[in-house]
């Protein structure tokens, strides 16, 4: 039987990695004469296009509102439908709904956690009709008009199958990358090879500002519609504008990053490498601690991932994060998946049925703490606290 000490505290699932750097750059802004979208934003979109090696980016308030922007200006609307996963997080069918359109749920691959280009087919084989160059859903007679793919923990779908695909039925395919920052598809950077990707800058994410998210496309019209509609429609953003007036060309939204947030985002982005191989040295530990062990499911590989999500797959899931508490270690579970919740399950009838492979991970899919402040003796503590917690389900 395995013995572990006591720890002094509870093991939190996250935190942030802020050092004096992010803080200095926060007070320059509060000292400058502008605290809110301005050229410090512009400086952080320069540096993520860089980094991304992308034609835009369009820093904005949160992931969330980057997908719903990028949406509207793909010009998503009532009678519209978007393939999607049915295990995500619910911004993703969130902004699906806000532009009036349906959410058609999708199971994942069973062995990474993706959606894949062959589930798609097998659903469009049997409930879809593509005449007039125009894929019909014919359940509820809606016009499919895109794929969101989820970088689920970090691991990249298969972005050359998946847009193969999208060009078959004329659909747009967009990233929901929130989990991806720092992730890489066939050595490159992600956030080219779709029409459109999402990256979010929330306070568990790979870098952070607190809050905030990016859109990264090649499409020029896309990205300036993105850039007006993030700010109310304006003609000319309040930062470039040179006298009184302006004019609202736009739909518009409150969806702006200010220039204290991108102060961050720019200190964060500069230590992106330095963070994600300290996730990727803690997703190894794991992997080799784990590897032994009988009636689990290890995280699946991807030599492309962010390593954003370290989880396992246990026997008495809910049993076994009690454990972990116990012995002072928090966990996590991402997702329940989304036709579980009751919103869903409402609105579109949304059941278990049709989800096998979804379900199967839920029941028993956990994750572990897994972030770059960890300290070698936090990550032999979770170590520990696995095995004595799986000696004891």
């Known amino acids: 039987m395995l013995r572990k000490k006591e720890r002094k505290e509870i093991l939190s699932f996250f935190k942030p990695d802020i050092t004096d750097l992010e803080i200095q750059a926060v007070e320059k802004v509060l000292r400058s004469h502008w605290l809110t979208t301005g050229k410090v934003t512009e400086e952080f979109e320069n540096k993520l296009k860089e980094y991304c090696q992308s034609e835009n980016a369009i820093a904005v308030s949160s992931g969330t509102a980057a997908l719903h922007l990028s949406l509207k200006a793909l010009g998503l609307q009532q009678g519209d439908a978007v393939f999607l996963p049915a295990f995500t997080f619910t911004a993703t ?43 019909i859903h014919l359940p509820t007679k809606t016009r499919i008009r895109g794929i969101l793919c989820v970088h689920y923990g970090g691991r990249v779908c298969d972005l050359t ?20 920052f720092g992730s890489t598809y066939k050595q490159k950077p992600i956030g080219t090879q779709s029409d459109f990707c999402v990256f979010s800058f929330y306070a568990t994410k790979n870098i952070t500002t607190g809050e905030g998210g990016a ?18 429609g304006f003609d000319v953003e309040t930062y470039r504008r040179k006298n009184f007036y302006y004019d609202i060309i736009e ?13 961050i985002g720019i200190v964060q982005l500069s230590r992106n490498h330095e963070m994600k191989e300290k996730r990727k040295y803690i997703h190894q530990r794991y992997q080799e601690a784990f590897r032994n062990l009988p009636n689990i499911r290890l995280n699946p590989e991807d030599e492309g991932s962010s390593y954003h999500l370290y989880t396992l797959e246990v026997p008495k899931r809910n049993d076994f994060i009690e454990k972990m508490k116990s012995l002072g270690i928090q ?11 009751s919103y869903y399950r409402k609105k579109f009838s949304y059941n278990e049925k049709g989800f096998p492979n979804t379900e199967e991970i839920y029941h028993h899919i956990v994750s572990l703490p897994i972030y770059s402040k960890m300290t070698e003796e936090d990550i032999q503590d979770v170590i520990d606290a696995v095995k004595i917690a799986l000696e004891n389900l």
Not at 102 to 121: G, M
């Open 331 to 341: 966990t996590s579970v991402h997702f329940p998946p989304l036709y579980r919740m």
């Open 93 to 135: 069918a969130e902004v699906v709904i806000k532009c009036q359109a349906y959410p058609i749920f999708l199971d994942v691959d069973r062995n990474s956690y993706l959606l894949t280009s062959e589930i798609i087919q097998e659903y469009i084989d049997r409930y879809c009709d593509f005449q007039n160059q125009t894929l």
């Open 251 to 263: 739909e518009g939204f409150k969806y702006n990053i200010p220039d204290i947030l991108s102060a």
């Open 215 to 232: 859109v990264i496309t090649n499409h020029h019209e896309v990205a300036q519609k993105i850039r007006r509609m993030r700010l109310h």
């Open 161 to 180: 199958s998946l847009n193969q695909l999208a060009k078959k039925y004329h659909l747009f395919l967009g990233e929901d990358a929130a989990h991806a």
